[in-house]
T-cell receptor, first 111, second 117 residues
Framework: QKEVEQNSGPLSVPEGAIASLNCTYSDRGSQSFFWYRQYSGKSPELIMFIYSNGDKEDGRFTAQLNKASQYVSLLIRDSQPSDSATYLC???????????FGQGTELSVKP | SAVISQKPSRDICQRGTSLTIQCQVDSQVTMMFWYRQQPGQSLTLIATANQGSEATYESGFVIDKFPISRPNLTFSTLTVSNMSPEDSSIYLC??????????????FGPGTRLTVL
């Protein structure tokens, strides 16, 4: 059973702080990893993906991947109230496009 | 990224009836998928919609309950058949662009919110 685990939260951080979202996965053969943001009542929107060990930065977002530990994280710097949403980690298990999603972490950024 | 639309955006249906959901993309895409998101839950893949052939279903989902069509590279339909209240969910289509050969970035449509009474 291929699994993707996230802390369900809610995770609450003050405005301007760094929010850290974590995800672990069970299949060592996984190649690509995705972070989606989902506002209440909306569909998921892709924030970024990562496939190499290390860090990948895009604006205020940094994805970190450690394949040896089967761990992927998302850091949000200078968190804003508009970042309040559920963040979904997804793992690609084969090139046929099958994504397995974690249960999501609810983030709340307090002004 | 592609612009994806779904119809209807929401519907309320009676048990035992069927509903067909449409997914239209403004450009040709390689892969199209259908997901379900039950209330308060994450996304679960129902099937991969294959152009010109039968869809590939995930464990727990069958063609008789969720028939899927994909007549071309920009359009797909999902039918939820013989509905029960347990089928109340958001149904989402997602796509992978033609130029995406490796990373399979998936973009989601706006979803169809289905309530079965």
């Amino acid at each position: 059973q291929k699994e993707v685990e996230q802390n369900s939260g809610p995770l609450s951080v003050p405005e301007g702080a760094i929010a850290s979202l974590n995800c672990t996965y069970s299949d060592r053969g996984s190649q690509s990893f995705f972070w989606y943001r989902q506002y209440s009542g909306k569909s998921p929107e892709l924030i970024m993906f990562i496939y190499s060990n290390g860090d990948k930065e895009d604006g205020r977002f940094t994805a970190q991947l450690n394949k040896a530990s089967q761990y992927v994280s998302l850091l949000i710097r200078d968190s804003q109230p508009s970042d309040s949403a559920t963040y979904l980690c997804a793992v690609l298990y084969n090139q046929g496009g099958k994504l397995i999603f974690g249960q999501g972490t609810e983030l709340s950024v307090k002004p | 990224s592609a612009v994806i639309s779904q119809k209807p955006s929401r519907d309320i249906c009676q048990r035992g009836t069927s509903l067909t959901i449409q997914c239209q993309v403004d450009s040709q895409v390689t892969m199209m998928f259908w997901y379900r998101q039950q209330p308060g839950q994450s996304l679960t893949l129902i099937a991969t919609a294959n152009q010109g052939s039968e869809a590939t279903y995930e464990s727990g989902f069958v063609i008789d309950k969720f028939p899927i069509s994909r007549p071309n590279l920009t359009f797909s339909t999902l039918t939820v058949s013989n509905m029960s209240p347990e089928d109340s969910s958001i149904y989402l289509c997602s796509v992978v662009g033609l130029a995406d050969f490796s990373y399979n970035e998936q973009f989601f449509g706006p979803g169809t919110r289905l309530t079965v009474l």
